[in-house]
Structure formats: C-alpha cells, structure tokens
C-alpha cells in the first residue's frame, strides 16, 4: 500500500514538473503571440472596414471600430460581380487542377525516384529548369495553341496549364522523396509478389500521404489565388474567377474603401475556410517531412 502511495506521489509530481516553464518558454510564447497579432492584423482591419458605411470610414479612418454595422459592401460586390458564378469557377478549376496535379505528380515521382527510369537525374533536373521559367514566358506559346485548339476562354485550359505547372513542381518535390524510400520495403513487397501498382497502392501512398497532403493543399492555395494566365485567358465573364472578378470591379468602377475592403474579404475566405478544414494533414505533414 505504501509502495503504491509512494508510485502515485511520484507521478503527480513527474506531471506538474512536465508542465512548468521555463521563463525562455514564457519569453518564447509571448513573441510568438505578438507574432500572430502582426500577422493578423491586416486581416482584422480588412474585416472591420468591411462592415462599416463610407460615411463612417471617412470620418473615422480606416482603424476605428464602426459606429454601426453594415452589409452594403458585401451585398455590392455579391450582386455587382455576381459571386456565386466566380466563386463556383474558381472552386471548380482548382480543386480540380490541386486532384489532377497530384495524381500527376505521385505517377511522375514514383517513376523517377522508385522506379529508376533511365536518365532520370536529367529529367529532374529538366523540371527543375521548367520550374524557374517565369510565367510571362509562358503566355504567347500558351495563348497560340489553346487558340488553335479551340480551348481559349474556357476554364478548360486553365485547368491544363496549372495542372502541368503545379505538377512539375509536386514531381521535382516528391521525386526526390520516393528516391531516398526504404530499399528494404520494396523488396519485402516483391518477394511477397506485388506488381508495381500494389508497390504504388499499398506501400508507398501510405507512407508518403502526409507530403501527398501537403502538395494538395498548396496546388489549392496556389490555383485559387492566380491571376496573370486567367487573366490573359479567360475574357468572358462566365468563366472569370474571383481574383479577375475584383480586379474588373476595380478597373470598370470607382470602388468605395469599404467596398474593396468587403470584396477582399470575400475572396480570401474561401482559402481560409480550406486551410482550416486541412490545417492537421498540412501540420501533419511538415512534421513527417521534418521527422524523416
């Protein structure tokens, strides 16, 4: 009985010392909260003047808290750019580009760093020089051939460029993953008779999907936010996406303050609300790659 007293005193105690600072802990967790309230701040400005009246914004700046809430802003840039339609597009063309450029990239990587196709190091590094081309290189040659094609101004060929780019960038990342993958696994899986798709299937997306997530993600966030190619191919107003859709509101009106303020809102909680939704499989993620 005394014994067992003593067991459970000493792990009270173990539990309380795990949980005490240290005063760098402290000092550490206080600038990481002054931190997160610097990088918070614009977004808590934007969302503030986002529901105040033009009339309010000028009389007290944009750093004031609004006297009386308001819609006006959000309701105007709602109908005036009919966001339902934007947001459905940009909704379409990335989750679809984030989907198709994984699968993309994974097919890619596993052939390069797992399969050992011949020539593979120049192949990299050819995606690798790809990956440093600048956009605006990209745009003529672009430009003839979905035209000769018949897909300019189509969400179609948006969905195939950024496909193309984000997967280059997801193959030059995970090949270099899969080439560093446990030797010992893949020979345990052949000499129990799996084919190559099982290898990809049963043993290697397992392992790899927190990295697999993460690219996800980013395609996502990444699609979701372009603009010069959408902008140079999608010209109907059917087919914009968000980004083009508060641009053209900018370019054809004399927008308010708060209106901006209501439109750059609308067009970043999408992404916020995606982040969120994934925020474990990203932390996930960056951890196994840490850990590996």
């Known amino acids: 009985m005394t014994q067992s007293m003593t067991a459970a005193a000493a792990k009270r105690a173990s539990h309380k010392t795990q949980h005490v600072r240290s005063a760098g802990d402290w000092v550490t967790l206080v600038l990481l909260v002054v931190a997160a309230l610097v990088v918070l701040f614009p977004l808590l400005v934007l969302t503030v003047n986002a529901f105040k009246t033009q009339a309010d914004y000028n009389a007290t700046g944009p750093l004031s808290l609004p006297k009386s809430f308001t819609m006006e802003g959000i309701v105007s840039f709602w109908t005036t750019t009919k966001f339902p339609l934007k947001f459905m597009n940009s909704l ?33 590094l050819a995606i690798m020089l790809a990956n440093m081309m600048p956009q605006e290189a990209l745009l003529y040659p672009l ?14 060929a948006i969905i195939i460029i950024f496909t193309i780019i984000q997967s280059a960038y997801g193959t030059y990342l995970l090949s ?18 799996a084919s190559r798709w099982q290898v990809l299937r049963k ?18 966030v990444w699609t979701w936010n372009e603009y010069m190619i959408p902008m140079a191919f999608l010209m109907g107003d059917d087919v914009q996406t968000i980004p083009l859709a508060l641009a053209t509101l900018q370019g054809q009106h004399t ?14 909680v999408p992404t916020i609300i995606f982040f969120i939704i994934f925020q474990r499989k990203l932390s996930q993620g960056i951890t196994a790659g840490a850990v590996k």
């Open 203 to 220: 043993v290697v997306l397992p392992i790899s999907w927190p990295t697999i997530s993460v690219l996800f993600v980013f395609f996502f």
């Open 92 to 124: 379409i063309i990335s989750l679809v580009v984030a989907v198709a450029a994984v699968v993309l990239s994974v097919l890619n990587s596993f052939a390069l760093g797992i399969g050992k196709v011949k020539g593979n190091t120049w192949i990299v």
């Open 255 to 268: 927008m308010e303050a708060t209106t901006l303020a209501s439109a750059s809102l609308l067009s970043i």
């Open 143 to 156: 430009y003839t051939m979905f035209k000769a094609a018949g897909l300019y101004n189509t969400k179609l």
């Open 176 to 193: 270099s993953v899969y080439g560093t993958f446990p030797q010992a696994i893949l020979e345990a899986a052949a000499i129990d008779g």
